[in-house]
């Protein structure tokens, strides 16, 4: 099974909680740090490694282009590119893999019932 992506997950602690992304995390700012910060702080480094893994990918292409030449100084460039592509993989996988774990675990509340109010009886005297 594939890990979500921040997208997806981005979709699913907006239908969690019944608001969009944005006014989440301007109402996690205002409140002590509870789950809705840590969701949008995993989704963030979702994010972040997903534009991460982009960078380093086409770093990658670029370095083994077929038309560019490879010598000793580029490879120590290849290696290194291909390690942070291979780090970036890991935060992504790793922290997805939580988050969608965490949030199958959670389930949105139904929104409390009004109370109901019932006439006032005067009492017997």
Do not use: K
Not at 6 to 33: C, F, Q, S, V
Not at 66 to 75: G, K, M
Not at 90 to 103: G, K, M
């Amino acid at each position: 099974m594939t890990p979500p992506t921040a997208a997806e997950m981005a979709a699913r602690i907006e239908d969690l909680y019944g608001a969009p992304l944005p006014h989440l995390e301007a109402h996690a700012r205002d409140r002590e740090p509870g789950m809705l910060a840590a969701l949008l702080a995993s989704h963030h480094t979702i994010a972040l490694a997903e534009r991460n893994i982009t960078v380093h990918r086409e770093r990658l292409r670029q370095l083994t282009h077929p038309e560019r030449r490879i010598d000793a100084p580029e490879v120590s460039h290849l290696l290194d590119c291909a390690r942070r592509l291979a780090e970036a993989v890991a935060v992504r996988d790793t922290q997805a893999a939580t988050a969608d774990a965490v949030l199958r675990s959670l389930g949105r509340a139904p929104a409390p019932q009004p109370p109901t109010t019932s006439p006032a009886t005067a009492p017997a005297v």
